[in-house]
């Protein structure tokens, strides 16, 4: 069975401070790693995607991937009270096929 | 100019009926695909079209089926609905690089 797991949460974090979110697979031959965001009561948006080892920065948002330990993570700098809700991490594993966590729930304190 | 849309946005019926989603999207995306929203959160894949063709069947019920006339449109049939089908239902298409495009949900209480 591929899973994806995450900490179900909640993070709460003060208003500036960094969030990090974290996510591991469990199938090996995951090529493409994805955040997104679902705030309550709406439909999950896409924040990020990753395929290589490494960081992949775009503006408050830095996510890091580490396939040898199976590993996915997001960090949210100058985290806002707007950051609050909750983070799918996503895992395509080949044939049009994308795993999901359960989600984070993050609250960003102002 | 809604990309992904699902009508309709939200479903109560009694135990027992037979109840249709329907889905479109207008991103000229070749892929669709539904979800189902647990009351958990727990996203989970139920269908992936690709061209109108089936491409996953996650071992969902029978009493659900999917169609799809075009690769705009994927709809959902539910026959026989239970209790434990209430969910959010979320149609998904699928742009450049897998990235998925959702629609809004639709929200099915059985009773």
């Known amino acids: 069975q591929k899973e994806v797991e995450q900490n179900s949460g909640p993070l709460s974090v003060p208003e500036g401070a960094i969030a990090s979110l974290n996510c591991t697979y469990s199938d090996r031959g995951s090529q493409s790693f994805f955040w997104y965001r679902q705030y309550s009561g709406k439909s999950p948006e896409l924040i990020m995607f990753?395929?290589?080892?490494g960081d992949k920065e775009d503006g408050r948002f830095t996510a890091q991937l580490n396939k040898a330990s199976q590993y996915v993570s997001l960090l949210i700098r100058d985290s806002q009270p707007s950051d609050s809700a909750t983070y799918l991490c996503?895992?395509?594993?080949?044939?049009?096929?994308?795993?999901f966590g359960a989600g984070t729930r993050l609250f960003v304190k102002a | 100019d809604t990309a992904v849309s699902q009508t309709p946005k939200y479903l109560v019926t009694q135990m027992g009926n037979d109840k249709s989603i329907k889905c479109e999207q207008n991103l000229g995306h070749d892929t669709m695909y539904w979800y189902k929203q647990d009351s958990k959160k727990f996203l989970k894949i139920m269908f992936s079209?690709?061209?109108?063709?089936?491409?996953i069947n996650e071992t969902v019920p029978n009493r659900f089926s999917p169609k799809s006339p075009d690769k705009a449109h994927l709809n959902l049939h539910i026959n026989s609905l239970e209790l434990g089908d209430s969910a959010v239902y979320f149609c998904a298409s699928d742009g450049q690089q897998e990235t998925q495009y959702f629609g809004p949900g639709t929200r099915l209480l059985v009773l």
């Open positions: 996503a895992v395509n594993t080949g044939g049009f096929k994308t795993i």
């Open positions: 079209y690709n061209n109108k063709e089936l491409i």
């Open positions: 990753i395929y290589s080892n």
